[in-house]
């Protein structure tokens, strides 16, 4: 059953005879007691990998490989894909940061993380896919990260109402994904009016336009 439970990409264990959770501290001492060391890390490793997957939320630092969930409270220098590693900042003494989308450690100096190799559209689309739902005023079922219709920057919706306000000057909700009008007025209605939730973003606003401008040139 265990073997069963991380092929089919599970990090949570029932008892097999009364289908109880188990907790985490009771698996790692059981494990122990039939498996090797090397045995019993790659299998906590394939654990770590399933429960990182199944958390959107979170990423895996590559430096240090540990798992660290991003604050939406704390901005570093206005890029949401900046993420603070807690474990290696305390190995070097200040803040280290690596690339939310790519996990490499971020390069100072340039625009976005500085690597590369980082897919970066790939990476948004990824999440505006697989972001988790959240209930946003008073409706429910909206994904919690979405991108600006005008600059494509994710935001995520931290708190509070459904109206949102991009660095950039947009002023859209964050629930149907339409413009404040131009008399300053709302479409949806209120910040905390039910409104229907506008189905997850397919495309990078800004890199369409980009594409689009690119190819009649």
Not at 186 to 202: E, H, I, K, L, Y
Request: aromatic fraction near 10%; glycine fraction near 6%; include cysteine.
């Amino acid at each position: 059953m265990f073997d069963f439970t991380l092929q089919d990409g599970g990090y949570e264990f029932q008892c097999p005879s009364c289908r109880a959770p188990m907790p985490w501290i009771v698996v790692r001492h059981i494990l122990s007691s039939v498996m090797s060391d090397k045995e019993l890390k790659q299998s906590l490793d394939i654990i770590n990998e399933n429960y990182v997957r199944g958390q959107p939320e979170i990423r895996q630092c590559s430096e240090c490989g540990t798992n660290q969930r991003r604050d939406f409270t704390k901005r570093w220098d206005d890029d949401r894909s900046k993420v603070a590693c807690d474990e290696c900042s305390r190995k070097e003494g200040h803040v280290m940061f690596f690339c939310w989308h790519c996990r490499q450690p971020w390069r100072p100096g340039f625009k976005g993380c500085g690597n590369d190799k980082c897919d970066g559209a790939a990476a948004k689309l990824k999440e505006l896919q697989h972001c988790t739902l959240k209930t946003i005023a008073s409706v429910s079922g909206c994904p919690n990260t979405r991108a600006c219709p005008k600059c494509g920057k994710l935001i995520y919706h931290v708190d509070y109402c459904k109206h949102m306000l991009c660095t950039c000057g947009c002023n859209f909700c964050f629930v149907c994904l339409k413009l404040q009008n131009a008399d300053k007025t709302w479409s949806c209605g209120g910040a905390w009016d039910n409104f229907a939730v506008a189905p997850r973003q397919t495309y990078i606003p800004d890199q369409t336009r980009a594409a689009a401008a690119a190819s009649t040139d």
